[in-house]
């Protein structure tokens, strides 16, 4: 059971954002990565929020209507982010998973700094890998 943890199964830090980037700027990283959304880090790598492209969505609207960005992540980013520890079970997180909105969390460790990203692609294929040794 231990090959079931999150840190077995997690992307690395394939993203991240600052709070005082641009929300251009996080644009073009979310839009290179693929990825839905991404931490907000601190400058000791914790995790301090979570910027989505819905966050970002309402400030390129207004950008593109005005012709003129201004806003910061900071502006836009949810405080509060889900995260999950490496060392929890990808079973428990398929279980929260089915519960709660987040497709995706930021995986921290004990100091809550930022270790890399977990999605349910990543958990399906955890499990799908568990269940062929069956």
């Known amino acids: 059971m231990n090959s079931l943890q999150v840190s077995h199964y997690m992307t690395g830090k394939s993203l991240s954002f600052k709070k005082q980037m641009t929300i251009e700027a996080a644009v073009e990283i979310l839009l290179e990565s693929h990825q839905i959304g991404g931490p907000v880090v601190d400058a000791a790598g ?5 910027l989505s492209e819905q966050d970002c969505l309402a400030k390129m609207l207004e950008a593109t209507y005005y012709c003129e960005l201004v806003a910061l992540v900071e502006d836009v980013m949810v405080n509060e982010a889900l995260t999950v520890k490496g060392e929890m079970s990808i079973v428990d997180l398929a279980q929260l998973m089915l519960k709660t909105p987040p497709k995706i969390y930021p995986v921290v460790d004990d100091e809550d700094r930022y270790i ?9 294929a955890g499990m799908n890998v568990q269940i062929a040794k069956c």
Do not use: A, E, F, M
């Open 46 to 50: 914790r995790v301090i929020g979570w």
């Open 116 to 124: 890399g990203l977990i999605s349910r692609k990543n958990v399906l």
